[in-house]
């Protein structure tokens, strides 16, 4: 368990922790997957979506941190992301190939193709600065909830800066950072997932 110092925000270190990449990943799969005509298919395919978008992610992101590779488990160093997320990239190239070749639902393919191009994205920013992942994640899960499910997910859009306010209150990104990682999001998950599905 991670120790919270005194003079950081506990307030923020629980968004930060609990609205984190892996647990949006987790939530935006399973509601898309129960939106599916075939709720079931569209759940199994949910779940093996989470597999290599946040699972394997997070376990090679575990062994990081046991080898001493990175700090934390939202690797907090701009460079060492720079090696991390070419491997999610793998992953979840992978779990789309799944999806091709066994007839996946439309949108639950779109959704992954979608993460995948959001990560295209980050990775050239990243290069030279820090804009924020966490933002990112959620801003695009909303986007393609609005598209793929209901315009009513557009009210969720708060959460976003929710998110943003955690990140720059424990200063692992400035302003700057988490409304550039909204903007991307929002607009590349949205516009792949709205082109494909």
């Not at 557009?154 to 302003?175: E, K, M, N, Q, Y």
Request: hydrophobic letters at 60%; charged letters at 10%.
């Amino acid at each position: 368990m991670t120790t919270i110092p005194a003079t950081e925000n506990r307030t923020a270190r629980a968004v930060t922790d609990g609205l984190e990449p892996k647990n949006v990943i987790l939530a935006v799969c399973l509601v898309l997957g129960a939106a599916q005509n075939d709720m079931l298919v569209g759940l199994a395919w949910a779940v093996h979506a989470i597999v290599f978008a946040a699972v394997i992610p997070m376990a090679y992101i575990k062994y990081g941190i046991r080898s001493g590779r990175w700090q934390d488990r939202h690797v907090g160093q701009r460079e060492r992301r720079l090696h991390l997320i070419p491997v999610i990239m793998a992953s979840v190239g992978i779990a789309i190939a799944a999806m091709v070749i066994w007839d996946a639902p439309a949108q639950m393919t779109a959704l992954v193709v979608a993460m995948l191009a959001t990560l295209g994205a980050i990775l050239p920013v990243t290069a030279f600065w820090k804009i924020s992942v966490h933002t990112s994640v959620a801003a695009g899960a909303i986007a393609i909830l609005a598209v793929g499910v209901s315009p009513v997910w557009a009210l969720a859009f708060p959460l976003v800066a929710l998110i943003g306010w955690s990140r720059v209150a424990l200063r692992d990104h400035t302003f700057g950072q988490v409304v550039a990682g909204t903007v991307l999001g929002a607009l590349v998950a949205g516009a792949v997932f709205a082109g494909l599905a």
